[in-house]
């Protein structure tokens, strides 16, 4: 909220929607986010058997200390998404929940997921099938590394309009291209322009 007070984007539909709109579109985004993507439910599923065999079958004292652990990690994810929609509208995650705003809930889902997988594979005795175990945790891991593509040239456009500038020395307002550049829209307003063009000459990539 503090470093909302010096955030330069002014919404103007933002300016008509309350608090409890906010919260009425979290959980739009949470339906969206944790329903429809099928790796949150793929985690959420083999981290829900991994605790509940933990918590029925291996009795000890690192298994409780891992279930007190995910427990403080699920009380923090849902302050921490409850706090979301106090950072203000954006029209480009218009559900308040995003990839980005989730980062913190999907390093904790990989966290809980790598802890309660390695407890159980220190344990696999007591895992009666334990080969179909590993072999859904190998496909699991699998499936996530050929989802997870870099996307490494989607900002061609963006680096060619910089070049450009640089070039040709010439302010934002003057370049004719149609991406995004320093900015969430292709034609930024007069503002966020003027702040984009100071940034340019700050950094030496105009005069």
Known sequence: MYLGCFNSIEIEEAKSITLFDFYGFLLKGIQIQFFKNIGFLIL??????NVLFIRFKIKS???????????????????YILLIPLGGYRSWRPYVLRYDTLIPVNTILIFSFALTTLFIFKNRVQL?????????????????KIADKP????????????????????????????????SWDI?????????NQKLLKYYGIVQ
Not at 44 to 49: E, H, K, R, Y
Not at 61 to 79: A, Q, S
Not at 188 to 194: K, V, Y
């Open 128 to 144: 009666s099938s334990f080969k179909i175990y590993s072999t859904l945790i190998c496909f699991i891991l699998i499936l996530f």
């Open 61 to 79: 004292l690192e298994g409780k200390w891992i279930l007190n652990c995910l427990k403080w990690c699920l009380i923090f994810t849902v302050i």
């Open 151 to 182: 996307h490494f040239d989607q900002n061609k456009c963006e680096r060619l309009a910089l070049y450009e500038v640089s070039k040709l020395n010439i302010t934002l307002e003057e370049l004719n291209c149609n991406c995004k550049v320093l």
């Open 44 to 49: 959420a599923f083999i981290i829900l058997f």
């Open 187 to 195: 034609k930024p307003n007069n503002t966020t322009n003027a702040m």
